[in-house]
């Protein structure tokens, strides 16, 4: 079966939203996919809005404007109110529940979630910039559409040097942090369905 995915990942500027949207679409491109990144700004300082869209796929991908996702990865309120109604039937987000009330997460089956409290992971990790590589773990752990060796391979392409070592620590911590939730809460351990391209037999 054809592998395709779409997510938007979305978070307050300076949160690393378009870091690790950059950091998929390289390990998309390293597993031989066919990938888009599309950063969208907001005001241009720390404390505005920042998300962008990423869509990997082995075949041609029609279109890198994805109004409706497949997946979500949430790092603060406003982006969940932006985005959770736009999210697919059997779709999953994976949601920073240290800046998002778990109560406001749609409830009911329609979507499926997994809370991960990213700051409270960075703190125990000793740094508190890695809220966005452990939320990018999760999500890795929760899809399986690229590795995370090959997302950990990919660190040196966007960020400096010093900081790959913490930052591989922190895409693993998120990574084992969704993993544990997923045992514990089998529905929201699901998949999202690869969706088939036309083109597919």
Same mark, same amino acid.
């Given at each position: 079966?054809?592998?395709?995915? /779409?997510?938007?990942?979305? &978070?307050?500027?300076?949160?690393?939203?378009?870091?690790?949207?950059?950091?998929?679409?390289?390990?998309?491109?390293?597993?031989?996919?066919?990938?888009?990144?599309?950063?969208?700004?907001?005001?241009?300082?720390?404390?505005?809005?920042?998300?962008?869209?990423?869509?990997?796929?082995?075949?041609?991908?029609?279109?890198?404007?994805?109004?409706?996702?497949?997946?979500?990865?949430?790092?603060?309120?406003?982006?969940?109110?932006?985005?959770?109604?736009?999210?697919?039937?059997?779709?999953?987000?994976?949601?920073?529940?240290?800046?998002?009330?778990?109560?406001?997460?749609?409830?009911?089956?329609?979507?499926?979630?997994?809370?991960?409290?990213?700051?409270?992971?960075? /703190?125990?990790?000793?740094?508190?910039?890695?809220?966005?590589?452990?939320?990018?773990?999760?999500?890795?752990?929760?899809?399986?559409?690229?590795?995370?060796?090959?997302?950990? &391979?990919?660190?040196?392409?966007?960020?400096?040097?010093?900081?790959?070592?913490?930052?591989?620590?922190?895409?693993?911590?998120?990574?084992?942090?969704?993993?544990?939730?997923?045992?514990?809460?089998?529905?929201?351990?699901?998949?999202?369905?690869?969706?088939?391209?036309?083109?597919?037999?």
């Amino acid at each position: 079966m054809k592998r395709y995915m /779409d997510v938007i990942m979305a &978070g307050f500027g300076g949160q690393g939203v378009l870091l690790i949207g950059n950091l998929l679409a390289y390990a998309g491109m390293r597993e031989k996919m066919n990938v888009t990144y599309i950063p969208v700004y907001g005001v241009e300082m720390r404390g505005g809005t920042a998300n962008c869209t990423v869509v990997l796929s082995d075949e041609e991908i029609g279109s890198p404007l994805i109004n409706s996702p497949k997946s979500l990865i949430i790092l603060n309120r406003p982006s969940l109110d932006k985005f959770q109604g736009r999210l697919v039937d059997g779709g999953l987000e994976i949601v920073n529940s240290s800046l998002v009330e778990p109560e406001l997460v749609e409830k009911g089956g329609r979507v499926r979630c997994v809370l991960v409290p990213a700051n409270k992971l960075a /703190d125990e990790l000793g740094n508190a910039r890695a809220v966005n590589t452990i939320m990018l773990g999760a999500y890795v752990a929760a899809t399986g559409m690229v590795n995370l060796a090959t997302v950990e &391979g990919c660190l040196a392409s966007v960020m400096k040097p010093k900081i790959v070592d913490i930052n591989v620590k922190a895409l693993r911590m998120g990574a084992d942090y969704a993993k544990k939730q997923m045992a514990a809460a089998p529905v929201a351990a699901k998949k999202p369905a690869v969706k088939k391209s036309a083109t597919a037999k």
